[in-house]
């Protein structure tokens, strides 16, 4: 007994608890249910388009069909590997600041940041070949090439365009987040930089690493949902 | 602030530092509360003046004061800015601010720094608002139904949806601090079962903050995207549907609702026990009915779609859902009313707001039951009736509550008290101004009055000059409190810690607070409303 009370005075002198906190384990439990809670509002947040691109999806089923086919599969692919790379770079970074353990955490933050970045490039690459291709919904959206790959479906133009609003609503939301996360980190690069981790003090480190999962999540499910709608050939 | 010499010999959270800057970057959640006050209050007026202007107009059955197309942005506006920068903020982020950490005995909400930030979107998101407005506003209604607002109007309708959008993650921030101090902060001994009902209503609140204003944000990005890049979403000339849009927007705008009424049931939880001096019956029935609402808001959203072309099926089970709705809220009803059953009442200002909180609260949903009922709605809707049902719930339930617990809690937040006569005065101008107000509404409503016209037949006229009589005396109303409380800042009387006689653990600390709240952190050995083990106060403070 006197022992945990001598750790908790000891926790109650720790310079990262804040004023407001009784002590370490307080503040590490309120931390990270705020960050739960917020991953339930961005839940949410996807929520409502995800909705809106299964209305869509099952009502214009072959221009989503048709639409899907004409995205790079491969470079989807690859970006799923990726961000699957820096998922694991991440939960060995937490488990490495909570062991203390400074360079290891340094370089499992570097590798993360440049595997988020490389996502970015390669959907930048997807991007530009639906700009190229007049996809991007607007007054220069054009399918005559989807529709001229699959000659005995009549696709109408405005159901296409949903398709691609969509995609790129989606995949710029995911993006959006994945920019967020990458500053998320550079924050958190710094903080190890400094040696602010440790056994009882790594709290940023797990609820960054909370967020920067639910944002794989998130890609896990638009992969399937954007790329893989249906592979077989379309007449 | 101008705070009297006789109070600075105590420190409190308002004389621990001076300055601007000491406000504008406070992490203290009562300073933030003070912050919300001053800008909700703002809005609160504007919103006001909006409501002025449409009574106005309809004082005579000719279109005469403004033009069609001002009067569309009138009402749009005035629904916005009383719904988005008054009601919903109203109660969580000014009472609710202040009260939650003090209730459950913790120095500050678990994240203050994203308190602070929460007002701060508030405040942008406002003034992008103000900017919108004065720009030429918006005219789609405060619900933005495509694809008018998507395709045809000409207004303003990016910089409104963008400000509402950005107003949103103040309330989800606002939420999000709430839930996990109130899960997290509870000071020692303060079980589930031993919470105040108004920190039960506002954790209610918190889950609606988080679960559905994500859903108005994506709604209405949506929306700016539609109209910013031409897509096509929500536009039925390119597949797009616009019963979608309307889905999106109500399962949050339903819910929204019960945003705005939670918080005054949990102050009127407060309020009609300390007023009557005994236990609040059945504790247990009134925190969970507060969850029951939360819960079953969220499935009773496309009521608002009956006549506008969802299955019949769909609607038949939409109107069963709103229904059970009138379970917990005649729960909380029946629970005050029998609280007050054989209790000591004492009328002061708070209870009589919560009095009129209780009666009008009541008349609003019994009539909200006539809406979901399908046969009736189809007669009724798009007509004052529905205008009427919602102010009853909103005006008379919501801001009834807000203004009671503002009295109710005013001695505490400034050491001072209001003064007792002005304030049952204002009381009962408001009662009487709203009844006249709202209630010919119903009437012009069930005669078949369509909402959201600018001209009438005559044959309507004195049932709209009662409303707009009844609207001026509202509006009376509400600048009485207004002058007689700054008033009391500086000559109200000094209230004491505990000039009610109030249980709860605010009431244990010094009027005004520290700025940590309590000297130390208290241990809870008792029940919530335990007010027959504390004296009533010896002396009913008069002005």
Known sequence: ?235 | MATPAVQDERPNYLNSTHGIRSWLLTTDHKRIALLYLMSVTFFFFIGGLFALLIRLELLTPAGDLVMADTYNKLFTMHGQIMVFFFLIPSIPAILGNFLVPMMIGAKDLAFPKINLLSWYIYIFAGGLMLYCIVTGGVDTGWTFYTPFSTAFSHTQVVEAALAIFINGFSSILTGLNFVVTIHRMRAPGLTWRRLPLFIWSHYAVSIIFLLGTPVLAITLLLVFFERVFNLGIFDPTRGGDPLLFQHLFWFYSHPAVYIMILPSMGVVSEIVPCFSRKRIFGYEFVAMSSIGIAVIGFLVWAHHMFVAGISLYAALIFSVLSYLVAVPSAIKVFNWTATMYKGSISLDTPMLYALGFIGLFTIGGLTGLFLAALGVDVHVHDTYFVIAHFHYVMVGGAVMGYMGGLHFWWPKMTGRMYPEIWGKLAAVTIFLGFNLTFFPQFILGYLGMPRRYWEYPPEFQVWNVLSTAGASILAVGYLLPMVYMIWSLRYGKIAGDNPWGAAGLEWKTQSPPITSNFEVTPEVTWEAYNYDEIPAPEEVPVG
């Not at chain 1, 920019?179 to 998320?184: F, R, Y």
């Open chain 1, 1 to 235: 007994m006197a022992e945990t009370s001598a750790l908790a005075t000891q926790e109650h002198e720790h310079s990262d608890l804040q004023h407001h906190f009784a002590d370490m384990e307080q503040q590490k439990e309120a931390s990270t249910l705020g960050m739960w809670v917020f991953l339930g509002t961005e839940i949410m947040f996807f929520g409502g388009m995800f909705l809106a691109y299964l209305v869509y999806r099952l009502k214009y089923y072959n221009e989503f069909a048709t639409g899907s086919q004409s995205i790079d599969i491969w470079l989807g692919t690859i970006n799923t590997i990726v961000l699957i790379c820096s998922s694991l770079t991440v939960a060995l970074g937490v488990k490495a600041a909570q062991r203390g353990k400074r360079k290891l955490l340094i370089v499992l933050i570097i590798l993360t940041l440049i595997f988020g970045l490389a996502f970015l490039g390669i959907k930048g690459i997807e991007w530009y070949q639906k700009y190229q291709e007049h996809h991007v919904p607007g007054i220069s959206f054009n399918i005559s090439d989807i529709q001229a790959a699959h000659p005995h479906t009549p696709l109408n133009p405005g159901h296409a365009q949903l398709y691609f609003s969509l995609y790129f609503a989606l995949t710029g939301l995911h993006a959006l987040h994945m920019i967020i996360g990458i500053g998320i980190f550079l924050a958190l690069l710094w903080m190890a930089w400094k040696g602010r981790f440790g056994p009882d003090y790594y709290t940023p480190m797990e609820i960054g690493g909370l967020y920067w999962h639910f944002v794989d999540i998130v890609w896990i499910y638009l992969f399937p949902l954007l790329y893989l709608i249906d592979r077989k050939h379309i007449p």
